[in-house]
């Protein structure tokens, strides 16, 4: 996986007193978990709606202004975890533009972890002629393809898909697939 943001994140941090931490919580300035996400966002919205949804959503539904809407693009499931690919656009409702792409790993309804990836431009590459796994005899890597969506131009921007693709390995000697990275790619026809 190549992650150039973590948007929850457990860090090693020194714990406050009991009793500070209650005061916070209570006021509403502490979170068990951090998200970057519009403002209005709220962390446990998104966090459970990442494992849970089965199509899209919208991070804050009170406010559908913020125009920010995430969809569930495929699922693989390696070592009892499932990986779901999300696509971020943004705009009016009649043009959603690509933002971003993001990779939550769950352990049922439970978000164990959720990274922004980077998009990169992969026309004429097997990424995104193909629509099977990509497999190598002499490797025991597979990439696997796990879905696509076509996003409109804007400006200078050409309409393009967005494909995913979820890496596995298999180490010598064992019979379980284990993860090994993520893609996402942008074709232009």
């Not at 070592?79 to 705009?91: D, H, I, L, P, T």
């Not at 352990?107 to 497999?135: K, P």
């Amino acid at each position: 996986m190549s992650p150039h943001h973590t948007l929850f994140a457990s860090r090693s941090r020194r714990r406050p007193p009991a009793l500070l931490l209650l005061l916070g919580l209570i006021l509403g300035l502490a979170a068990p978990t951090a998200v970057a996400a519009p403002a209005s966002a709220g962390p446990v919205v998104l966090a459970g709606s990442f494992c849970t949804s089965s199509g899209w959503f919208e991070p804050n539904p009170a406010n559908p202004s913020i125009g920010t809407t995430y969809t569930l693009v495929g699922a693989r499931t390696t070592e009892g975890f499932a990986y779901r690919y999300w696509m971020v656009q943004a705009g009016s409702s009649s043009s959603q533009l690509y933002q971003y792409s993001v990779l939550a790993k769950c352990n049922g309804i439970f978000l164990v972890s959720s990274t922004e990836l980077t998009t990169t431009t992969a026309s004429g590459t097997i990424y995104c002629t193909r629509y099977t796994d990509i497999s190598s005899p002499a490797s025991l890597v597979t990439e696997r393809y796990v879905g696509e969506r076509g996003v409109p131009g804007s400006g200078l921007v050409l309409p393009s898909t967005i494909r995913y693709w979820h890496g596995e390995t298999l180490p010598f000697g064992t019979a379980i697939w284990l993860y090994h990275s993520s893609y996402v790619v942008r074709c232009f026809w």
